[in-house]
Nanobody, 121 residues
Framework: VQLQASGGGLVQAGGSLRLSCAFSGRTFSSYAMGWFRQAPGKEREFVATISWGGGSTYYVDDVKGRFTISRMNAKNTVFLQMNSLKPEDTAVYYC???????????????WGQGTQVTVSS
């Protein structure tokens, strides 16, 4: 399995970004997908996850109402729409694939390379 994340960049506070993660190598629709982030000097933390069919989504509390995870199984891609961005959202964002929705990194089997998101104040 290969995961390729893209869409990061530099944005001002209050702005928006849409991250994408392209999946290849196995049947995408068999995997739950997650987004995690890691800021400098901090541990990798859960951001959002979506079930294999897209019917269930979960978020960390401080992104609820601002971020939306979605997937397009026909295109083997998962998205993270990020609105009302804050400087504290600055981190490297990683997509991951696993057997079920989860909030812990160990619950995911495959990881992308990460994409940098920087939010200026």
């Amino acid at each position: 399995v290969q995961l390729q994340a893209s869409g990061g960049g530099l944005v001002q506070a209050g702005g928006s970004l849409r991250l994408s993660c392209a999946f290849s190598g196995r049947t995408f629709s068999s995997y739950a997908m997650g987004w995690f982030r890691q800021a400098p000097g901090k541990e990798r933390e859960f951001v959002a996850t979506i079930s294999w069919g897209g019917g269930s989504t979960y978020y960390v509390d401080d992104v609820k109402g601002r971020f939306t995870i979605s997937r397009m199984n026909a295109k083997n891609t998962v998205f993270l729409q990020m609105n009302s961005l804050k400087p504290e959202d600055t981190a490297v964002y990683y997509c991951a694939a696993g057997g079920g929705v989860g909030r812990q990194p160990v619950q995911y089997d495959y990881w992308g390379q990460g994409t940098q998101v920087t939010v200026s104040s």
